[in-house]
């Protein structure tokens, strides 16, 4: 199974910050990595997928970079809608894994 | 809109069964693979299972193989995840969620979930 490990697992930014959240694949998953941010109480939205590509809707100050075992997501600018947790997901292959996700707090 | 609504959560005894369903609207359904994913109170997201389209093809997590049941109906535009030997760890939210393109398994749009609770 490829394991998937984000990081941090909570990072505190402000308003107007710039942040990056790191995922990292135990063996290469080539582009096929997407990223989903979650709010309590919510189901999962889709951000990104095949590593870079925004899903349509979703602002741009939301990017997705990296391929084979090393991934970034970055909020420019955060604002307090972003305030939210974010999970990477590999679908390589199956089992298809998510990462432990990663909490973003008003600081 | 495209939309996925889950439903039959509730409480159940460690050892029995329950059945979960999720309606698809919007969509042509039987285009699509569709999975369930699920998501333990204060937890992570954790996949569950996958159909193929056509019902053909299934895939299971190995916390789950063996228990769990994935199956459609494209005629009536349904998923069902039937749960059996539930476990109190099974205790989740379960989402319904469609692959997002007719070949690559990311996810959207995801249902809203439903709450299963097994106590021992």
């Known amino acids: 199974d490829i394991q998937m490990t984000q990081s941090p697992s909570t990072l505190s930014a402000s308003v107007g910050d710039r942040v990056t959240i790191t995922c990292r694949a135990s063996?290469?998953?080539?582009?096929?990595l997407a990223w989903y941010q979650q709010k309590p109480g919510k189901a999962p939205k889709l951000l990104i997928y095949k590593a870079s590509s925004l899903q349509s809707g979703v602002p741009s100050k939301f990017s997705g970079s990296g391929s084979g075992t090393e991934f970034t997501l970055t909020i420019s600018s955060l604002q307090p809608d972003d305030f939210a947790t974010y999970y990477c997901q590999q679908y390589n292959s199956y089992p298809l894994t998510f990462g432990g996700g990663t909490k973003v707090e008003i600081k | 809109q495209v939309q996925l609504v889950e439903s039959g959560g509730g409480v159940v005894q460690s050892g029995k069964s329950l059945r979960l369903s999720c309606a698809a609207s919007g969509f042509t359904f039987s285009s699509y693979t569709v999975h369930w994913v699920r998501q333990a109170p204060g937890k992570g997201l954790e996949w569950v299972a996958v159909i193929s389209f056509d019902g053909n093809n299934k895939f299971y997590a190995d916390s789950v193989k063996g228990r769990f049941t994935i199956s459609r109906d494209n005629s009536k535009n349904t998923l069902s995840l039937q749960m059996d030997s539930l476990r109190p760890e099974d205790t989740a939210v379960y989402y319904c969620?469609?692959?997002?393109?007719?070949?690559?398994?990311?996810?959207?749009?995801w249902g809203h979930g439903t709450l299963v609770t097994v106590s021992s």
């Open positions: 969620a469609r692959a997002a393109t007719l070949n690559q398994n990311y996810f959207d749009p």
């Open positions: 063996q290469s998953i080539s582009s096929w």
